[in-house]
C-alpha cells in the first residue's frame, strides 16, 4: 500500500436547496477562486446538524430567506473541476432537498462571498452551464422538475451526531 492510498478518502459532505417560485428558481451569485459564479443555496454540512438542518441553515445565510426543506430529491456525488486540474482530489457528496420557502429577512446580511441572489428560468440556467460553480447545479433542478421526492426520513440521523466531542 503506497503512502497515497494509506489516507483514508473523505467526501466533503454539502446540502443544497432546489427553490422554485412561478417557474423561477432561486439561485445565489457567489464569489469562488473561479470567479463569479452561480449556484443553488448550498454549503457544507455542520457538525451536529442533520442535513435537512444543515439545507436550512445554509439557505438563511446565503439568501436571508427562511427554508424548510419538506423532500430529499436525490443525493448526488461529483468531483471539483478545478481542484481536479490542479491534481487534486476533493469530491463533494450533495444531498438536495425541495422545500417551502419561507419569510424574508430584509435586515439580514448575506454569507462573505454571496454577491446576490437571482431568480433565473430553467432555459437561463440551462444557458448559463458555464457559469455553475458546481455540475450538481442543473442535475438537481432537472432532477426536482422531473418530480423527485423523497421522505426526508430517508435519511437517518441517529441521536449521536447530536452529541460534540
Not at 8 to 20: F, G, L, Q, S, Y
Not at 113 to 133: A, D, F, K, N, P
Request: glycine share 8%.
Amino acid at each position: 500500500m503506497t503512502n497515497a492510498h494509506s489516507i483514508r478518502w473523505k467526501p466533503n459532505v454539502t446540502v443544497a436547496a432546489v427553490i422554485e417560485r412561478d417557474g423561477r428558481f432561486l439561485l445565489v451569485e457567489e464569489q469562488s477562486g473561479d470567479g463569479l459564479r452561480l449556484n443553488t443555496p448550498a454549503g457544507h454540512l455542520d457538525p451536529g446538524e442533520s442535513p435537512a438542518e444543515g439545507c436550512a441553515r445554509e439557505t438563511l445565510e446565503e439568501t436571508a430567506h427562511h427554508f424548510t426543506p419538506t423532500s430529499l430529491i436525490g443525493i448526488y456525488m461529483a468531483r471539483s473541476r478545478p481542484a481536479a486540474e490542479r491534481g487534486e482530489d476533493v469530491t463533494y457528496m450533495r444531498f438536495a432537498f425541495a422545500g417551502e420557502l419561507g419569510d424574508f429577512d430584509a435586515g439580514r446580511p448575506l454569507d462573505e462571498g454571496i454577491v446576490r441572489t437571482v431568480w433565473m428560468t430553467l432555459e437561463e440556467i440551462r444557458g448559463s452551464v458555464e457559469r455553475h460553480r458546481s455540475p450538481l447545479l442543473l442535475q438537481c433542478i432537472e432532477d426536482y422538475l422531473a418530480g423527485e421526492r423523497h421522505p426526508l426520513e430517508l435519511v437517518h440521523v441517529d441521536a449521536s451526531v447530536r452529541v460534540t466531542p
